[in-house]
């Protein structure tokens, strides 16, 4: 396909691929221009398989070429266009690829910055021994690589003049840049919508080291990863220095041990206590393992809302929601039965008689912005597997809250699939969900520690968990994980001691679920 260049305003957009470029002062159009002589939709520019035409499409005002109107024109060189007429008209220049090729070898031709930015070799100062003032960059968006020299300023949107160029509908037209820094490169957001990274609205980032944002939506947005190229040299230097700090650690802590061990018997039951812990070494810890705030916003964007509206036993509407947690980035999602399929087999046995019917799909929502609140339904769900003794459903997102079936290009963020097996009385829990407590919507964390475990004779030992964390009706089918951020269990229910005002919270452990989700995976 002959590529074209076309130029406006200052920008340039190349275009190597065979689609119409819409030109007119419409806010959607891929070569959008100003002056109240062009129409909303003015002109196209439309591949034929030979070359490219620029086409009238019935403009107000009409397009010029060489003070000539057209209303349909091959081009075979380089044309200025003119969009109306008059002092508030419009102009842009588009060169057909053949005389691009021309225009390269002619002595002391230069392309723009756009285009400078878009070599991947760097120019005369790219290479490692060149001078360079920073390391070169590489952009995977889309399923592609992107890489550029430093210095030099990137766009990233949906704009055709950006120097990436998304298709989703989630980027803005221009949605962000990346400027090139003495030492390394900045992002900074120009959206309305936001940048999200590990969930959290950024407006600026130092890009020091690969680093992950979502454009338009934290969880739904597409995934930009950016990503410094350092030359060999620099590189080896860099993985160096990270040897000698593992191995600084690696000594303070054997230095530490050392000192707690000439101490005598107080370092003797310290030491003890962290032989006690899970994944405790022979007392070569130093500190306890905590969750960190980015495990926990990691694992806060995999949680869904889930709601879903049917009718009674009785016929009459009915609406219920829960939680549930992405255990697969195709949108394959872990709950409780009694959240996605009231009907499931074995499900009457743990609650009782059945209420509700199962409604015909169920609807996902994703958390919007940093106060962790979900935004509308956005996805639709169907029920995969699900086991009523067991409380546990897995359901998989098909099509969008409107019906539109997907396109396979889901790439959602997930929590991982901890072992219940290595958890012990005394260990800390964190409960995500959607408590639906009045006045909140959003995701609630609760924390506390593991009290017992409870041996079900159907389900096996082990296969319920004891917490004195809270759990709210609207938790159900969330996700409770450990310090690692990996789920644990499913907050299923709460349970009141006859006599007593202590009342605790109960998880089915995620090793008795397993073979379910095995079942769901397929």
């Known amino acids: 396909m002959q590529r074209l260049r076309v130029e406006v305003e200052g920008r340039t957009l190349e275009v190597d691929d065979e689609r119409v470029l819409r030109i007119g002062r419409a806010a959607g159009s891929d070569v959008q221009l100003s002056g109240t002589g062009v129409s909303r939709a003015h002109a196209e520019l439309r591949p034929d398989g030979a070359g490219w035409v620029l086409v009238d499409v019935g403009s107000a005002h009409g397009t010029f070429v060489d003070g000539d109107r057209v209303s349909e024109l091959r081009l075979t060189r380089s044309v200025t266009v003119r969009c109306g007429f008059g002092g508030d008209d419009a102009t842009f220049t588009v060169t057909p690829v053949d005389e691009l090729d021309e225009l390269d070898e002619r002595p002391g031709f230069e392309h723009t910055v756009v285009l400078a930015a878009q070599r991947p070799d760097g120019g005369p100062d790219g290479g490692p021994d060149g001078g360079r003032s920073g390391p070169d960059l590489m952009v995977v968006a889309e399923g592609r690589e992107h890489r550029f020299a430093h210095p030099a300023e990137v766009s990233i949107g949906r704009r055709p003049d950006c120097t990436v160029v998304l298709t989703d509908r989630a980027a803005s037209r221009l949605h962000g840049r990346l400027a090139a820094v003495p030492g390394g490169w900045t992002y900074t957001n120009d959206s309305r919508e936001g940048t999200y990274r590990d969930g959290r609205r950024v407006e600026r980032v130092d890009v020091r080291d690969r680093v992950a944002l979502r454009l338009g939506h934290p969880v739904a947005g597409p995934e930009v990863v950016v990503v410094p190229l350092l030359s060999a040299q620099e590189e080896e230097r860099r993985i160096n220095r990270g040897r000698w700090a593992r191995r600084l650690r690696v000594g303070a802590a054997a230095l530490v041990v050392a000192m707690l061990v000439a101490g005598g018997g107080g370092a003797a039951v310290l030491l003890a206590d962290e032989e006690d812990r899970p994944g405790g070494g022979g007392g070569t810890a130093v500190a306890a393992e905590v969750l960190t705030a980015d495990e926990l916003a990691r694992a806060k964007v995999a949680t869904v809302l889930i709601t879903a509206d049917s009718v009674d036993v009785d016929g009459d509407p009915v609406t219920w929601s829960g939680s549930g947690s992405i255990i697969g980035s195709d949108g394959l999602i872990l709950t409780n039965a009694h959240v996605a399929d009231p009907e499931a087999e074995g499900l009457e046995q743990q609650y009782g008689p059945i209420q509700d019917t199962n409604p015909d799909y169920l609807k996902v929502a994703l958390i919007e912005d940093a106060d962790d609140s979900p935004a509308a339904p956005?996805?639709?769900?169907?029920?995969?597997?699900?086991?009523?003794?067991?409380?546990?459903?897995?359901?998989?997102?098909?099509?969008?809250?409107?019906?539109?079936?997907?396109?396979?290009?889901?790439?959602?963020?997930?929590?991982?699939?901890?072992?219940?097996?290595?958890?012990?009385?005394?260990?800390?829990?964190?409960?995500?969900?959607?408590?639906?407590?009045?006045?909140?919507?959003?995701?609630?964390?609760?924390?506390?520690?593991?009290?017992?475990?409870?041996?079900?004779?159907?389900?096996?030992?082990?296969?319920?968990?004891?917490?004195?964390?809270?759990?709210?009706?609207g938790n159900s089918g969330g996700a409770a994980i450990d310090n690692d951020a990996a789920i644990m269990g499913i907050p299923s229910a709460t349970f009141a001691q006859e006599g007593s005002n202590v009342v605790s919270g109960r998880v089915r452990s995620i090793n008795a679920v397993k073979p379910l989700i095995a079942r769901a995976r397929g």
């Open 378 to 473: 956005a996805y639709r769900a169907r029920v995969v597997v699900s086991d009523g003794l067991l409380d546990a459903s897995v359901i998989r997102i098909y099509a969008t809250i409107d019906g539109r079936e997907l396109d396979g290009r889901l790439h959602l963020p997930t929590i991982p699939v901890g072992d219940s097996d290595e958890l012990r009385t005394g260990d800390d829990v964190t409960v995500l969900g959607f408590p639906g407590i009045s006045g909140s919507s959003g995701v609630s964390v609760t924390r506390g520690v593991i009290s017992t475990f409870l041996d079900d004779p159907v389900l096996g030992k082990r296969s319920e968990i004891d917490t004195d964390a809270r759990i709210a009706p």
